[in-house]
C-alpha cells in the first residue's frame, strides 16, 4: 500500500505517538508512507526567517531503526497566526502534488485546518480518507477565539470522513456525537512493545546518573509540558512535603517548564524535583525502570483531557508499574478499577496517595495488575487490526467506484 499521513504537528521533534508506531511498523511490512507535517514548533525552535522553503526529510525512523518513512514540510509564512493560513495554502497544494505524484492508495488524517484539506482533496480524487482522532484537537488550539472555528471544521471532516478512527470507547462517544456515523467509526487504542518496555530492564544507572539514592521513591512522568498536565501542583505539593526521600522525575519539554524549573529554584528542591529535558525515545524505558510510581495528574475539568486515551499509559504500566491518574473520564472507562491505576480528584492528591501507597506496602502488587493488565495489547496485534482497517478501506472506496 501507499500510504499519505496529513498532520499539524512537527513529525520529527514532538514525542512519538500512536500513529509514528503504526506508520513505522507498516513500512517495515514493506508499505510506502509518507507523511505532511507542520513545524508546529517554530516559534521557540525554528530558524529565524520570514518564510520557510518546502524540506522534504527521508529515511525517517523515530522509534524502529530499520522504518524508513518520508517526511514532507511545506513551507510556510512565519508569523503568528498567519502560519496557520498561509498552511492551507501551501499544504493544499502539497497534498494534490502528492496525490498526482506519489498515488496513493489513502490518505489518513491527524490534526484540523490541513486534514480537512486532505479530505476534500481525497474526495475529488476518489480515494479514501481516514480520520484518525487521538483527542479533541480544537481544545489545543493556542488562540482561544479561533477553537469555535476549529471544532467546526472537525465535525465537517467527522461527517464527511469514509472511516472515523479513535483511541478509545470515551472518544468515539465524542466523535459520533459530533457527526461521526457510528457504523463508520472504530476504536482502535495505543499498543505497546512489550520487549521494549519489560520490567527486565534495569534504572539503576538513570538512578546513579540523578543522584537517586536506593531508599528513594520516585515519582514518574513524561511527556509534553502542558499547562494543564498537573504537574506545577504535584511539584508544590512536593514542595509541602517532608518526605525527603520522595523525588519526582520529570522527562520531557513543553510550556510548564520554566515554571517547574522556578518552583524547584524558590523552595529548594533541586533534588528532590528532577527535570531532563527531551530525552530520545530509546532511552525512555530504562527512565521509567527507575522510578516507583508513574502520575497521570492532569485536571480532570480540563476539556482536552476527557475523551483521550494517553499512550504513556500502556508503556508505564508494561514495565510493572503502577498509575496515580485524576478521574479522567477515559481513562476510568479504560482502565477501570483494580488493573493497576489508581485514582485521585486533584494533581496535588497525588503526593498523598504515593505515600499512602509506599506505606501499605501495594505499589509492588498494583505493578503487577498493570503489567498484566495491558499485556494484550502488543504493537503487532495492533498494527495488524490496522493493516486490515486500512486494506479494508481501500477496498470499499475501489467498489463503490466501481459501482458508480
Not at 167 to 184: F, H, I, W
Not at 323 to 338: A, H, N, Q
Request: net charge positive; glycine share 6%; hydrophobic share 40%.
Amino acid at each position: 500500500m501507499k500510504i499519505l499521513l496529513v498532520q499539524e504537528t512537527d513529525w520529527l521533534k514532538r514525542n512519538p505517538i500512536i500513529h509514528h508506531h503504526l506508520a513505522e511498523r507498516l513500512s517495515l511490512r514493506g508499505h510506502e508512507i509518507r507523511v505532511i507535517d507542520y513545524e508546529i514548533l517554530w516559534r521557540t525552535q525554528g530558524k529565524r526567517e520570514l518564510y520557510s522553503k518546502r524540506e522534504v526529510f527521508t529515511n525517517i525512523s523515530k522509534i524502529y531503526p530499520s522504518a524508513r518513512v518520508t517526511v514532507i514540510r511545506p513551507g510556510i509564512v512565519k508569523i503568528p497566526w498567519l502560519d496557520y493560513v498561509s498552511l492551507v495554502f501551501s499544504h493544499k497544494r502539497e497534498i494534490d502534488w502528492q496525490i498526482k505524484e506519489f498515488s496513493p492508495d489513502v490518505i489518513l488524517g491527524f490534526g484540523i485546518l490541513n486534514v480537512y484539506v486532505a479530505m476534500k482533496a481525497a474526495q475529488r480524487h476518489g480515494l479514501p480518507f481516514i480520520y484518525f482522532r487521538t483527542d479533541v484537537d480544537y481544545l489545543v488550539i493556542p488562540f482561544k477565539p479561533f477553537r469555535p472555528i476549529g471544532k467546526i471544521v472537525e465535525n465537517k471532516t467527522l461527517k464527511q470522513a469514509h472511516r472515523v478512527l479513535v483511541v478509545s470507547d470515551k472518544l468515539k462517544d465524542y466523535v459520533t456525537r459530533n457527526g461521526a456515523s457510528p457504523n463508520r467509526t472504530q476504536v482502535l487504542k495505543p499498543g505497546i512493545s512489550l520487549g521494549q518496555f519489560s520490567p527486565a530492564i534495569s534504572g539503576a544507572a538513570v538512578r546513579r546518573q540523578y543522584g537517586i539514592e536506593e531508599d528513594d521513591i520516585v515519582l514518574f512522568f513524561m511527556g509534553w509540558l502542558y499547562n494543564f498536565s498537573g504537574l506545577k501542583e504535584v511539584a508544590l505539593e512536593l514542595a509541602r512535603t517532608g518526605s525527603d526521600n520522595l523525588k519526582f522525575l520529570i522527562v520531557g519539554e513543553g510550556d510548564a517548564f520554566d515554571e517547574l524549573q522556578q518552583i524547584r529554584d524558590r523552595y529548594k528542591l533541586q533534588d528532590r524535583i528532577i527535570l531532563t529535558g527531551k530525552k530520545p525515545y530509546h532511552e525512555i524505558p530504562s527512565f521509567i525502570a527507575a522510578s516507583d510510581i508513574c502520575l497521570l495528574p492532569a485536571y480532570p475539568t480540563e476539556k482536552i483531557m476527557q475523551d483521550g486515551l494517553p499512550a504513556k499509559m500502556y508503556e508505564y504500566m508494561a514495565m510493572h508499574k503502577p498509575v496515580i491518574s485524576t478521574k479522567l473520564p477515559g481513562v476510568m472507562r479504560e482502565f477501570g478499577e483494580d488493573n493497576g491505576v489508581v485514582y485521585v480528584d486533584s494533581p496535588e492528591d497525588s503526593v498523598a496517595k504515593a505515600i499512602e501507597m509506599v506505606q501499605n506496602g501495594s505499589v509492588e502488587r498494583l505493578g503487577l495488575k498493570a503489567k498484566h493488565f495491558v499485556e494484550r495489547y502488543g504493537w503487532d496485534t495492533i498494527t495488524d487490526d490496522f493493516e486490515r482497517i486500512l486494506e479494508e478501506v481501500i477496498r470499499e472506496k475501489r467498489n463503490e467506484t466501481v459501482s458508480k
